[in-house]
């Protein structure tokens, strides 16, 4: 058996190497493989990557269409294989650390930053993600609108925090700069509550897989 800890891909190699740190502070807590692959962009596939008795979680802060379709068509019909739900909310403890860090205050104006998508669950993940940060409202950097700049400027008045819905720095993240926030927070990263989250999804997955076996 193996644990695939499935991200999207990016052609930023930062993201990459953000996805190498998370399964690298996974890999001393579990007594099996684990490896990294992608959805989309980068190599290896989940495909290439599922060659037996697996785990795969998703490490996708929504369910969009990666996780929904593409991900369920790489692994096809494995019954030695469980694909678990995505990262999805539960990354939500992370970003607030995040947002502490970065200097929030009671009172901000808090405003939820993510990339977006064309799948409305997807978005009313965001959407629920926002609720349970208490976020004041939700911006999109690429996908959907709102954008995350015209959000900003409908707070002014209050000093404004952008909270970074996004896994790891590029080109969306780099874009939050300019959205004219007093406070971005950083991307979520190599959390150690993230870590908590895929490890809990890994080992609820693997007792459904052995009683199964």
Not at 144 to 167: E, H, K, N, Q
Request: proline share 7%; charged share 20%; with cysteine.
């Amino acid at each position: 058996m193996k644990l695939v800890l499935a991200f999207h891909g990016t052609r930023d190699p930062r993201g990459a190497v953000v996805c190498e740190e998370i399964a690298d502070l996974v890999r001393p807590q579990v007594d099996v493989p684990v490896e990294v692959a992608y959805a989309d962009v980068r190599q290896p596939d989940v495909r290439s990557v599922v060659d037996g008795p697996a785990v795969v979680v998703p490490a996708f802060l929504a369910a969009g269409y990666h996780v929904r379709v593409d991900i369920p068509e790489q692994i096809g019909n494995r019954p030695d294989v469980v694909l678990t739900s995505p990262l999805g909310v539960d990354a939500v403890p992370a970003v607030r650390d995040r947002l502490r860090e970065a200097g929030f205050r009671r009172g901000d104006a808090l405003v939820l930053a993510a990339a977006g998508s064309s799948d409305a669950r997807a978005l009313a993940d965001v959407r629920r993600a926002a609720a349970l940060l208490g976020a004041s409202a939700v911006g999109y950097v690429a996908t959907a609108t709102p954008r995350v700049p015209d959000v900003v400027a409908g707070l002014r008045g209050r000093r404004v925090a952008v909270a970074s819905w996004l896994l790891a720095p590029g080109t969306f993240h780099g874009s939050l700069a300019d959205c004219g926030a007093d406070v971005v927070s950083e991307p979520i990263g190599a959390h150690p509550l993230v870590v908590d989250v895929l490890l809990r999804k890994y080992y609820a997955a693997r007792a459904v897989l052995l009683q199964s076996a």
